[in-house]
């Protein structure tokens, strides 16, 4: 009973850690019985469970754990009357060998691995990145992530390939199954064997990971979502010279204008072409996965449901509770109004809210952050999925939903398939759909509308006010580059409409949109103007139309403009190849793994090749 009890209890999630489970016996006829009485087919077969049973346990354990010395295997320890036994005690005391043994190998490696980092100095990795882009000579790159996550190891194991194919030596350490957690030794093992010239991690800061990695090896934080460490101030994505930042990049990650500028290169949306093209499909699979409408999502879990999981997880008094609930029903109320959602206007409506509620000012932006934000997508995804739902119901279409998640929601069960494997699986479907509609609030740009496209199928992308707004940001950044007009000191500019074909065919576009431009000229003071001409991150951001062509055909706003779109996808295949081929031919000019990699190199080349100077 007990065994079985344990077992479930630490199954985690599709996409969270679940623990290794380890019983003893004194013999195995305990087993046996414990087995016959209770059901045990589950925690028997589990590759996580392991039991060791009879006079010999404690040799079969320490057998069995020697090859495990660099990851954790410290835990709580659960016995029963009748197991407090001499083979429990040796058990035991195999763990404290472990913890010995671990703790001496964790000082050797830091040492080993110190030594060799105080031998080399900047230029020596600067010669290193130099020869590596004038002459080809292949770096050692080490690629950090973990398997507890729905997208950054997919993210993690393509850049590696993509390295691999452009002739690097690239090594990928992740976790070996979904029940082991890595140890400070585990990451100095990899970096004492590999001797990366550069370390490139998802989402995580080289102080994050620990105080072992070296301070002097060139180390990459690759952004993929905006997770409140990367925000910290104690911990900067580029604070030294040997450290840089590349992904979907915000300012406020940033200590300064020119720290952003030296060492972070904005990269928002990547797709690896090595996973996601146009090859030949398993006919087979693409006859399982086909549908008019595939809708393809991690996020099933219902806002009511996020809401719960978040506040029970948070040490909250009940005051503070009930006004988080308040919040998280305005967040979807918010949501729910018509036009544009607007991602600005919500989070200075939410922190209005936060900061009249009595939270510390310093909680703000992590709610914001840990809260608001994941509420809002998932407000959006499922309202933008009940679109779809409805429509294809109507119509008589044919709807799959692809996922974590939709089996557990009621008003979507029935549509559910489970989750498709990134990769193969993944591609199949978005090629087998006549349309795959996507939704993300900061931006319809994303790396799923590029892997879709690739794949040779159709990404219809829910518009958001940023997204308008930033059509605009990009046409006045293409007067300011083109004019070359310098604004200094409290100088205004203004900018007629009329006299600029960037601001004019953007108003055009507008106009489809449903939004009519009512001014004929735009101000911008010195300060805003030479920010937007000049940053690093507002440079290196598409415009939708950089990417999906004429947003009025592959974007919506409305159920009835998704409809009307849907119906071209289903009924006119030319239209749909056409715009397909459109997107796959963008991406494929600055939107890959492919072009990240080599932007990523040239970028710390750059900055090792500058100076010191602390921004």
């Known amino acids: 009973y007990l065994l079985g009890e344990i077992h479930q209890r630490t199954a985690g999630t599709e996409t969270s850690h679940a623990s290794c489970v380890i019983a003893t016996a004194p ?226 990650m940033f200590r300064s204008t020119q720290e952003a500028t030296a060492r972070a290169a904005c990269m928002p949306v990547l797709a690896s072409e090595t996973e996601f093209h146009r090859g030949p499909i398993d006919r087979a699979r693409a006859n399982d996965l086909a549908c008019d409408v595939a809708w393809i999502s991690n996020h099933g879990e219902t ?28 967040v979807q109320a918010f949501l729910n109004l018509p036009g544009l959602p607007d991602k600005l206007e919500l989070l200075a409506s939410a922190r209005d809210r936060i900061t009249r509620l009595g939270f510390n000012p310093s909680d703000t932006e992590q709610l914001l952050l840990a809260y608001v934000m994941p509420l809002a997508e998932r407000t959006l995804r499922h309202q933008t999925a009940r679109w779809a739902k409805d429509i294809c119901e109507r119509r008589g279409w044919c709807l799959r939903m692809f996922g974590l998640g939709w089996n557990r929601t009621p008003e979507f069960a029935h549509l559910a398939e489970g989750p498709l494997k990134h990769g193969e699986d993944l591609r199949t479907a978005y090629a087998s759909a006549a349309a795959t509609p996507h939704v993300n609030l900061g931006s319809t740009l994303h790396q799923r509308i590029f892997e879709c496209a690739l794949s040779g199928g159709l990404p219809l992308s829910r518009i958001s006010e940023a997204d308008a707004r930033f059509e605009w940001k990009g046409a006045l950044r293409s007067v300011l580059h083109r004019t070359n007009q310098q604004i200094t000191g409290n100088d205004e500019a203004e900018f007629y409409i009329a006299d600029h074909p960037e601001l004019m065919r953007t108003a055009a576009l507008q106009q489809r949109l449903g939004r009519p431009v009512e001014a004929s000229s735009f101000r911008m003071l010195a300060p805003e103007a030479n920010l937007l001409r000049d940053d690093v991150i507002l440079k290196s951001l598409p415009a939708i139309s950089d990417v999906l062509g004429d947003p009025a055909e592959t974007t919506f706003a409305t159920p009835n403009e998704l409809e009307a779109l849907l119906e071209q996808a289903i009924h006119n295949p030319t239209w749909r190849e056409q715009l397909s081929r459109g997107i796959e031919r963008r991406a494929k000019a600055g939107f890959t793994l492919d072009a990240m990699a080599d932007r990523m190199i040239a970028l710390v080349a750059n900055g090792l090749a500058t100076s010191n100077e602390d921004f």
């Open 27 to 252: 013999d195995w006829d305990h087993i046996v019985r414990a087995a016959a009485h209770h059901s045990a087919a589950q925690w028997l077969l589990d590759p996580r469970v392991h039991i060791f049973a009879g006079t010999n346990a404690h040799c079969a354990f320490t057998e069995w754990l020697e090859p495990r010395t660099a990851y954790l295997t410290s835990g709580v320890t659960i016995g029963t009357a009748s197991a407090l036994s001499p083979i429990a005690e040796h058990i035991l005391g195999v763990l404290s060998d472990e913890l010995r043994r671990k703790t001496s190998e964790d000082a050797r490696l830091r040492q080993q691995v110190a030594d060799r980092d105080r031998a080399r100095s900047k230029a020596h990795w600067a010669d290193r990145f130099r020869s590596a882009i004038d002459s080809g000579h292949p770096l050692r790159v080490l690629v950090i992530t973990t398997r507890y996550s729905t997208y950054m190891h997919h993210a993690a194991r393509g850049l590696t390939a993509t390295l691999i194919n452009k002739g690097h030596d690239a090594t990928l350490l992740i976790e070996p199954d979904g029940h082991t957690k890595m140890s400070s030794v585990t990451y100095l093992r990899a970096i004492e064997r590999t001797d990366p010239d550069l370390i490139v991690t998802v989402n995580y800061q080289r102080r994050r990971i620990g105080d072992f990695i070296p301070q002097g090896i060139p180390y990459v934080t690759w952004t993929q979502d905006a997770m409140p460490h990367l925000f910290s101030p104690d911990t900067p994505v580029a604070g030294t010279d040997r450290d840089y930042a590349v992904g979907h990049l915000e300012r406020s």
């Open 303 to 330: 806002p009511a449901d996020l809401i719960k999981r978040i506040l029970t997880g948070a040490a909250l008094a009940p005051n503070q509770r009930a006004a988080l609930e308040s919040l998280g029903n305005e």
